[in-house]
């Protein structure tokens, strides 16, 4: 049987496809419901498919949507291994599909969630005070102006693009996508408390795990870097054990603590996490980063989906359609050849993987 892979269209869509390539590969779907409705009155879950033993000492996951909208590459990906590769599992290895970790922003086309938070910028240590971001306290009513007219526009991004020649560039993105704590309606805002998506990473995630000794996390994002390229982005110190088994196994990764990536060091990232809330597994985890276009659309998508949030009308369906068409645009590219592209990077970093673990 010859399947089609391709990008969904809708949240509904992909959540519907994904179940039926688990049915297509004999592995069921255990859904956990979350309480926001989507978009189009649709329930909303993370949904978790698993092939291969539950005893099985090596668990591969692989996760989409941690930044909701990106989560549109990332189910494509995972309905394309259920189908083409999930019959070839070695002995020994389990896999593990979470899909839509957060479903809202998904839906809803947005990079956030229910709360306009980055879940990526969430997993601080909530018993402390979060991080200060001054930077960003410096330029936030240039990021999320009040008004988003042309000529605002116009006005804001040059005055940005002016700090970040100010500052350099890398400084420039440190402060604006590090993650903030301080403006709740701006972009990369790291939230108040744990968030629904956190505590379903911590309540859950360990017991889908279970007790395996190897275990390696997948997270697929989408928005930074060349077209179609997939950085491995590590979270571990260069020198780490973790960080020298990525580069066994895949050879170039690209560390965030070293400043060697497309990205900045972050903030509350939830990979950052994992050796604690899973302690007795040897953990390896890595972002895979496609590029899509420059960052600069990608910032002013999500300038754009701020301000309808925070001072337009989100109910305006001109306004909100345009602006999600602009956010999706930054975040998916249509093209089968830009799908095909992330789809053949993958095969490679999940099958060296799947490979290493499955050697012992």
């Given at each position: 049987?010859?399947?089609?892979?391709?990008?969904?269209?809708?949240?509904?869509?992909?959540?519907?496809?994904?179940?039926?390539?688990?049915?297509?590969?004999?592995?069921?779907?255990?859904?956990?419901?979350?309480?926001?409705?989507?978009?189009?009155?649709?329930?909303?879950?993370?949904?978790?498919?698993?092939?291969?033993?539950?005893?099985?000492?090596?668990?591969?996951?692989?996760?989409?949507?941690?930044?909701?909208?990106?989560?549109?590459?990332?189910?494509?990906?995972?309905r394309w291994w259920l189908d083409e590769?999930?019959?070839?599992?070695?002995?020994?290895?389990?896999?593990?599909?979470?899909?839509?970790?957060?479903?809202?922003?998904?839906?809803?086309?947005?990079?956030?969630?229910?709360?306009?938070?980055?879940?990526?910028?969430?997993?601080?240590?909530?018993?402390?005070?979060?991080?200060?971001?001054?930077?960003?306290?410096?330029?936030?009513?240039?990021?999320?102006?009040?008004?988003?007219?042309?000529?605002?526009?116009?006005?804001?991004?040059?005055?940005?693009?002016?700090?970040?020649?100010?500052?350099?560039?890398?400084?420039?993105?440190?402060?604006?996508?590090?993650?903030?704590?301080?403006?709740?309606?701006?972009?990369?805002?790291?939230?108040?408390?744990?968030?629904?998506?956190?505590?379903?990473?911590?309540?859950?995630?360990?017991?889908?795990?279970?007790?395996?000794?190897?275990?390696?996390?997948?997270?697929?994002?989408?928005?930074l870097g060349p077209w179609g390229h997939?950085?491995?982005?590590?979270?571990?110190?260069?020198?780490?054990?973790?960080?020298?088994?990525?580069?066994?196994?895949?050879?170039?990764?690209?560390?965030?603590?070293?400043?060697?990536?497309?990205?900045?060091?972050?903030?509350?990232?939830?990979?950052?996490?994992?050796?604690?809330?899973?302690?007795?597994?040897?953990?390896?985890?890595?972002?895979?980063?496609?590029?899509?276009?420059?960052?600069?659309?990608?910032?002013?998508?999500?300038?754009?989906?701020?301000?309808?949030?925070?001072?337009?009308?989100?109910?305006?369906?001109?306004?909100?359609?345009?602006?999600?068409?602009?956010?999706?645009?930054?975040?998916?590219?249509?093209?089968?050849?830009?799908?095909?592209?992330?789809?053949?990077?993958?095969?490679?970093?999940?099958?060296?993987?799947?490979?290493?673990?499955?050697?012992?």
């Amino acid at each position: 049987m010859t399947i089609e892979h391709r990008l969904a269209p809708t949240y509904a869509q992909a959540r519907a496809e994904l179940s039926a390539a688990a049915v297509r590969a004999g592995a069921g779907v255990t859904a956990f419901p979350h309480p926001s409705s989507g978009r189009e009155g649709e329930e909303l879950a993370i949904d978790v498919v698993t092939v291969g033993p539950d005893d099985a000492d090596s668990v591969v996951v692989i996760v989409s949507g941690t930044h909701g909208v990106e989560g549109y590459a990332g189910s494509a990906i995972q309905r394309w291994w259920l189908d083409e590769r999930a019959a070839a599992l070695p002995a020994g290895v389990r896999v593990v599909i979470v899909h839509a970790l957060n479903p809202v922003g998904f839906s809803w086309v947005r990079r956030v969630n229910e709360d306009n938070v980055d879940l990526n910028r969430n997993f601080v240590d909530w018993s402390q005070p979060p991080p200060a971001n001054d930077g960003y306290g410096e330029i936030a009513d240039l990021l999320v102006p009040a008004d988003w007219s042309e000529e605002s526009q116009a006005t804001t991004t040059d005055a940005l693009m002016e700090v970040a020649a100010t500052v350099g560039m890398q400084r420039f993105q440190e402060m604006v996508t590090s993650g903030q704590y301080a403006h709740p309606t701006g972009i990369f805002h790291g939230g108040s408390g744990p968030v629904w998506s956190h505590r379903w990473v911590t309540e859950r995630l360990p017991e889908i795990v279970g007790a395996a000794r190897r275990l390696c996390i997948l997270d697929l994002h989408t928005g930074l870097g060349p077209w179609g390229h997939g950085e491995l982005i590590s979270v571990d110190d260069i020198g780490s054990d973790a960080y020298r088994r990525g580069t066994a196994w895949w050879g170039a990764v690209q560390s965030t603590s070293g400043g060697e990536s497309v990205s900045a060091d972050l903030d509350g990232d939830w990979l950052s996490g994992i050796p604690a809330l899973i302690p007795d597994a040897e953990a390896t985890t890595i972002a895979i980063e496609y590029g899509t276009v420059d960052v600069i659309t990608v910032l002013q998508s999500l300038r754009a989906d701020a301000w309808l949030h925070a001072h337009g009308d989100s109910s305006s369906d001109a306004a909100a359609a345009a602006i999600r068409a602009q956010v999706r645009a930054a975040f998916v590219d249509d093209d089968p050849a830009w799908l095909a592209t992330i789809i053949e990077r993958f095969d490679d970093v999940s099958g060296a993987a799947i490979s290493a673990l499955a050697a012992g």
